[in-house]
């Protein structure tokens, strides 16, 4: 499902192609589209643009390179594509074409794809660097490096050539943290769509249906609703299912005093949205599933209220396991002093993973969390963020050293709650928050 170019957003592609031409100076910056993936035999998967790649140029197919030459006397963005090709586009879609690339996406220059071995150089030969990320296409990776061997070979008789190759992400990553109000307006709508689907569902989800069915539903309102569809694969976990955090079979029948965790959100035009609920399948609670589930409750909220400019981004983290551990310690499914459990892990049996990540184009988006050993990223306003404690009972679970046995009445309970929370001036907005958690609001 390819996203809408959106003519309202060519502002911002062309702004934020200013910017980091204004970053990277006399050296040139070169992007790769993503490739094409086999689903199996000759049938591909649904092309998916890459990130940086959508970021910088809203351009929507596969076989394309960016390029972005600031000191170039005549062309400053070049693309190369794939040409139109009527016989091909018979087959497998429209192309926006050489021509198309110019008029529509704002090229200086374009040229088709087949010529980049030929046309690369021109751009790359004044360049006091190359800019460029180390991609999983091997060859790709490859042919950038011989370019730039070819033009270094050349350097004693000319004096000048690209004398470095830095790598895009620090530069094209830390602008991509920041999101923009038009790129927040893409990410109001995912988090508009999955908000919608988590409350139809809510109702929907009875003892006897099947987790597939749920999922059915969900993605249904995705793509009914206009999203692409799914953002990840959903998850849709009954009872122990839940311990398991990335369960995506979804072929369990459900039954009555059980939790179910969903874990799903939709692409809207490649923003992300990701939010979990976990709410009786017969609408009451059991005392151990509604103590525990208080509890992620109470971290969850603790840990947001944390949100807010210039706090560090482990302190999420690091409060949302402070309220757990003290809850698990009252439960006496943990025992001992407090700071030591956190500072041994000892809780990792229950909570295994970390608190929240940055959320945008990619549902764990770019971004980097800390700079150097100690020193953590800062929140500021247009971060958005996930915040997702849990805890996981398994059944076959294995305490720390030295910690008490998990009594079986337990076992089986796994819990996540987890919201898209955007860094505000103020402080912070819940951009999922219309989706209930709260015991008295799920409980039927
Ligand atoms: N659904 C993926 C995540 O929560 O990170
Ligand atoms: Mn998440
Ligand atoms: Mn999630």
Redesign the pocket.
């Known amino acids: 499902m390819q996203a809408e170019y959106r003519e309202s957003l060519r502002d911002s592609y062309v702004s934020r192609r200013e910017q980091l031409m204004a970053k990277i100076g006399r050296g040139t910056a070169i992007f790769r589209s993503a490739p094409m993936a086999v689903m199996h035999n000759d049938v591909e998967y649904v092309f998916r643009q890459d990130s940086d790649f959508y970021y910088l140029t809203g351009f929507n197919e596969p076989e394309a390179v960016a390029v972005l030459a600031p000191h170039h006397d005549k062309h400053r963005f070049i693309l190369f594509v794939q040409p139109k090709d009527p016989v091909k586009e018979t087959w497998t879609g429209y192309r926006v074409g050489v021509e198309g690339a110019k008029e529509r996406y704002g090229a200086d220059e374009a040229y088709p794809i087949s010529e980049l071995d030929k046309n690369l150089p021109l751009y790359l030969e004044k360049a006091e660097r190359i800019y460029y990320h180390l991609g999983r296409d091997r060859p790709f990776n490859d042919k950038i490096l011989k370019h730039w061997q070819n033009l270094m070979a050349g350097y004693p008789k000319r004096g000048y050539g690209p004398i470095a190759i830095e790598d895009t992400n620090p530069i094209v990553h830390a602008m991509r943290l920041v999101k923009s109000p038009a790129e927040l307006e893409l990410m109001r709508k995912a988090a508009e769509i999955s908000v919608e689907a988590h409350n139809h569902v809510r109702e929907f989800t009875q003892p006897g249906r099947y987790e597939y069915e749920i999922q059915a539903e969900l993605e249904h309102i995705f793509r009914l609703r206009g999203g692409m569809g799914p953002a990840y694969p959903s998850i849709v976990a009954s009872g122990a299912n839940a311990c398991v955090l990335h369960y995506i079979e979804n072929n369990r029948q459900m039954l009555d005093n059980e939790l179910l965790l969903i ?1 799903a ?1 939709c692409a809207y035009d490649y923003y992300n949205a ?3 609920r976990t709410f009786p399948v017969g609408g009451k609670f059991t005392p151990e599933q509604k103590a525990i589930y208080e509890l992620v409750l109470e971290a969850q909220l603790q840990a947001i209220a944390q949100v807010k400019p210039g706090n560090p981004y482990n302190l999420i983290h690091d409060t949302a396991v402070r309220v757990l551990v003290q809850g698990l310690i009252d439960l006496g499914l943990l025992a001992g002093n407090i700071d030591e459990i956190i500072k041994e892990e000892k809780y990792k049996p229950f909570y295994m993973h970390s608190t929240g990540h940055w959320l945008g184009l990619d549902v764990h988006d770019a971004g980097v969390y800390k700079h150097g050993e100690e020193v953590w990223q800062s929140l500021q306003p247009g971060h958005v963020l ?1 915040v ?1 404690p849990g805890i996981y009972i398994a059944q076959n679970i294995k305490p720390a050293e030295g910690q008490p046995e998990v009594d079986e009445k337990w076992r089986g309970i796994g819990i996540r709650i ?1 919201d898209d929370v955007l860094v505000t001036a103020e402080g912070h907005e819940v951009l999922t928050d219309a989706v209930p958690k709260e015991v008295a609001a799920i409980e039927r």
Do not use: A, H, N, P
Request: glycine content about 12%; hydrophobic content about 10%; cysteine-free.
């Open positions: 874990d959100g990701d939010i979990t996930t997702e987890e």
